[in-house]
């Protein structure tokens, strides 16, 4: 009943763990192949070290992080981190991080050789320095970037596009005329918070990205208006703690949500999340999701 | 050891001194000394889960001593006997027990907190170095298990007027444990490296997800990026860089 089919790919339910937030060391917790799906971390070419300084801090209603995509590099996933991930019966989704088109191309040409099904493209990480959210911002910028990666990509690519962008309509709708497949929206908000101590900002880039049930509201919003623009299938993410939060997203559009930073509330949150919609699904007498997707826009 | 999540009950949570608290959770855990559980009493704010070091692991309670700082600590020091708390764990990589000779252990305040199961699970044959600002806590619990106790205090109002680090006489020791303030254990490193000593730092950092999963609290080691909760929070002494 909560199975969906998107992309030309089954998801078990329409539950994914979002990128950056979530590992298989959460399979000490919960069987991860009761997942819709595992979205990665960002992977880029080399490995990353990620940002030095502090790299996260609580605000009210979620946190800020300037992790700095950190990550093993994509040669390193293939090799040591993915023949263990593709045990599990759940869809992989590489998330592509990168700071120049030729970064990203050279990725997603790693990642066509492998059996991955589907690709998300980070256009819209705060954290890094070159690049990287310029490509988020501007929606004409995007949709070159988004044009050149699809001339290589072999698997359903998804945007992830930031709620930074000037025009949120317009980044969406360029990168839907660009070819992407899909779309996730959205990843963090630019944010800042300052040690009144020290009277610096907390963080060395100043700038970090705001996730967490604070922004919810924003991007709920930002789905429920793209996917009335868009015909190609939308990934809901931001601030979602619970089912409720998740249906809510359904229904304004979404086909499938992630979940962030609710992993670090609780590792098993997502399995409550789906027993959450399975159970409402049920009791609704709904016979699919698809039923649901978008009925509060209609 | 696998970690899980649990629903337990507080059995007492009382306030030692000052801002320091104990705080026992009824029933039967696992974990290793230098571990640590992350725990939560509330529902949304804070947003994060707090770490707290295994203090003791007895036959029906699990002890965990902490020092008030923010929001998150302040709630757990409400906690009263029967109020529900939501537990993960046991976490992290602990002290690896080594006490062929005499051990080491330098704890600076709060810094105790992991010691007292370290010396519970040691089995004798150690010396303790207790630095605090005004008033030792907890030694009482402590000198059962060890054979020499050294205690500083910054105002002097009890043992050694200084740090702890001034007394600290590494003559007899094959290991050396320490947690506590980073100044501290950055002049405990120093010592135990120009003899050769093994050390064993216990680091603390701000964490998001407590597995291993976000990267909030990695921090550079001479054997690469590392992560606190996950490879750490104990690491060997050579592996931590205090200052590039």
Not at chain 1, 93 to 118: C, D, F, H, Q, R
Not at chain 1, 211 to 219: D, Y
Not at chain 2, 169 to 177: C, F
């Amino acid at each position: 009943m909560t199975s969906i089919e998107i992309f030309g790919i089954e998801f078990k339910n329409p539950v994914i763990t979002a990128s950056g937030t979530f590992s298989q060391d959460y399979e000490e917790f919960f069987p991860l192949s009761k997942l819709g799906g595992i979205c990665t971390k960002g992977l880029t070419l080399n490995e990353k070290e990620g940002n030095t300084g502090i790299r996260i801090h609580e605000t009210t209603g979620g946190l800020l992080n300037s992790i700095g995509l950190q990550n093993p590099g994509v040669d390193n996933f293939i090799s040591k981190e993915l023949p263990q991930m593709e045990n599990y019966d759940t869809v992989i989704i590489a998330n592509v991080g990168g700071s120049t088109v030729e970064e990203y191309i050279k990725v997603i040409e790693k990642l066509n050789n492998t059996n991955i099904p589907l690709i998300e493209l980070n256009i819209s990480c705060p954290n890094v320095k070159e690049g990287g959210m310029a490509f988020g911002i501007k929606s004409d910028i995007a949709f070159k970037v988004v044009t050149e990666v699809k001339k290589v990509c072999k698997k359903p690519l998804v945007v992830k596009l930031s709620p930074n962008a000037e025009n949120i309509l317009d980044m969406a709708y360029k990168c839907c005329e660009a070819g992407a497949d899909g779309l996730s929206l959205v990843n963090t908000f630019s944010g800042m918070a300052i040690d009144i101590e020290n009277k610096k900002p907390v963080f060395e880039n100043v700038i970090a990205g705001l996730s967490g049930p604070c922004i919810k509201p924003i991007a709920l919003r930002m789905v429920y208006e793209v996917s009335k623009i868009v015909n190609i299938p939308i990934i809901g993410v931001g601030g979602i703690i619970d089912y409720k939060d998740a249906l809510e997203y359904i229904m304004a559009g979404a086909s499938a949500v992630q979940i962030g930073s609710g992993n670090f509330i609780k590792p098993s949150i997502s399995l409550d999340i789906i027993n959450g919609i399975e159970k409402f699904v049920k009791e609704e007498n709904i016979k699919s999701i698809k039923e649901i997707i978008g009925i509060a826009r209609r | 050891m696998k970690p899980k999540q649990y629903k337990g009950i507080v059995l007492s949570n009382i306030n030692i001194v000052d801002n320091i608290y104990e705080l026992k959770i009824i029933g039967k855990f696992k974990g290793n000394p230098g571990q640590f559980y992350m725990l939560r009493s509330w529902d949304l704010e804070p947003f994060l889960s707090r770490p707290l070091s295994i203090c003791n692991i007895e036959e029906d309670a699990l002890t965990f001593l902490y020092e008030v700082r923010g929001k998150g600590t302040n709630i757990l020091s409400n906690l009263r006997n029967g109020d529900s708390i939501y537990l993960l764990g046991p976490l992290g990589r602990g002290f690896p027990l080594d006490n062929r000779r005499k051990v080491g252990i330098v704890a600076g305040g709060i810094g105790i907190a992991p010691m007292i199961y370290l010396c519970k699970s040691l089995n004798g044959n150690i010396d303790f170095y207790g630095g605090f600002k005004e008033k030792p806590f907890y030694m009482d619990k402590i000198e059962k298990y060890i054979d020499k106790l050294y205690i500083s205090t910054d105002s002097g109002k009890e043992g050694y007027k200084g740090f702890i680090t001034d007394i600290f006489n590494l003559e007899k020791y094959s290991t050396v444990y320490t947690c506590g303030p980073i100044p501290m254990m950055e002049k405990i490193k120093y010592i135990c490296e120009k003899r050769d000593i093994s050390l064993y730092i216990s680091m603390e950092k701000h964490m998001a997800c407590g597995v291993g999963a976000c990267f909030g609290c990695s921090i550079k080691t001479t054997s690469g990026i590392k992560k606190v909760c996950k490879d750490g929070p104990v690491f060997k002494g050579e592996e931590i860089i205090f200052r590039d």
